[in-house]
């Protein structure tokens, strides 16, 4: 489309899982998002250069039937996800600060590729629930090949799994935070291996009640993000695992982005019906118009 036929759109960039501005993990959120070719879309993420970035539109008529509020398409520089943790909830919170309105108090209902995906608002904070897991046993020759890329040797890992709520991940579940925040990450043997790799580790006993009790890292050179601040569909993956596995408690709180100058602060709770909820707060940083 030539420049000169370009529209102002709704825009906002958003922290997400930080309770401060530019501590957590950016996203760029369009909210008028209709009209737009999914080439326009992607030219637009790829320029953005975040981790993703999110267009809002009106749900479909069968999300609409179905109880959806709103319609999200997401996209990394690369391509677009089925789904995203951190976009899902940073987008229902530019839609709410837009003046949307859900129509169950407290819920919102966002329709994605994966389907629809349940945000609730609790204490301030945006919760997603988790969608489907699919989890095996990862192939040993990849499992050897990310370790030596990571720098692991076989007693730092406890376990691993590969996992997929509509992102794929190799989940590594590593001796101790202190091994998490020790690695040095080989980025371009990681993008050629192919695979985006989440790990996380235990930190151990503290007295503070808000302390985090694990640290998580997200490594996805495979699509064009060497680290990811923090995740949300990685955070919501370990936990469906680690928490059915018996590695981690039913509520927890999980760090990341520390070794990138960034607290980010991950809030998991599983409930009575094992769903696991997936949280964290939101902070708006920019709110304008962008010319698409």
Avoid at 146 to 162: F, K, N, P, S
Avoid at 263 to 269: K, Q
């Amino acid at each position: 489309m030539p420049a000169s036929q370009h529209l102002p759109r709704r825009f906002q960039q958003v922290d997400v899982f930080a309770s401060a501005a530019y501590r957590g993990n950016p996203l760029a959120v369009v909210l008028d998002g209709e009209g737009l070719s999914q080439a326009q879309m992607q030219r637009f993420a790829n320029w953005t250069h975040l981790s993703e970035t999110t267009f809002v539109l009106p749900p479909s008529e069968a999300g609409r039937e179905a109880g959806a509020d709103y319609r999200v398409r997401i996209f990394d520089p690369l391509s677009e996800l089925r789904f995203a943790g951190h976009p899902t909830l940073g987008s229902c919170h530019a839609w709410l600060r837009a003046g949307g309105q859900p129509r169950t108090p407290g819920v919102v209902v966002q329709e994605c590729e994966v389907g629809l995906v349940k945000v609730r608002q609790t204490g301030g904070r945006l919760f997603f629930a988790a969608p489907p897991l699919q989890r095996n046993t990862p192939d040993g020759g990849v499992l050897a090949q990310v370790a030596e890329a990571l720098g692991l040797e076989a007693r730092h890992l406890v376990a691993a799994q590969t996992l997929d709520n509509g992102l794929p991940w190799l989940g590594l579940l590593l001796d101790s935070a202190e091994t998490v925040l020790r690695i040095e990450p080989d980025h371009a043997a990681l993008k050629r291996i192919g695979v985006t790799v989440g790990v996380a580790g235990p930190h151990g006993a503290s007295p503070a009640p808000d302390a985090p009790q694990f640290e998580v890292r997200a490594f996805a050179a495979a699509v064009d993000v060497p680290e990811d601040p923090v995740t949300g569909s990685l955070n919501a993956s370990l936990a469906q695992w680690l928490i059915h596995d018996g590695h981690a408690p039913a509520h927890y709180l999980a760090a990341q982005g520390t070794r990138l100058g960034r607290s980010g602060r991950v809030f998991i709770s599983s409930d009575a019906t094992g769903q696991v909820w997936v949280g964290g707060e939101s902070v708006t940083c920019i709110d304008g118009t962008v010319l698409l």
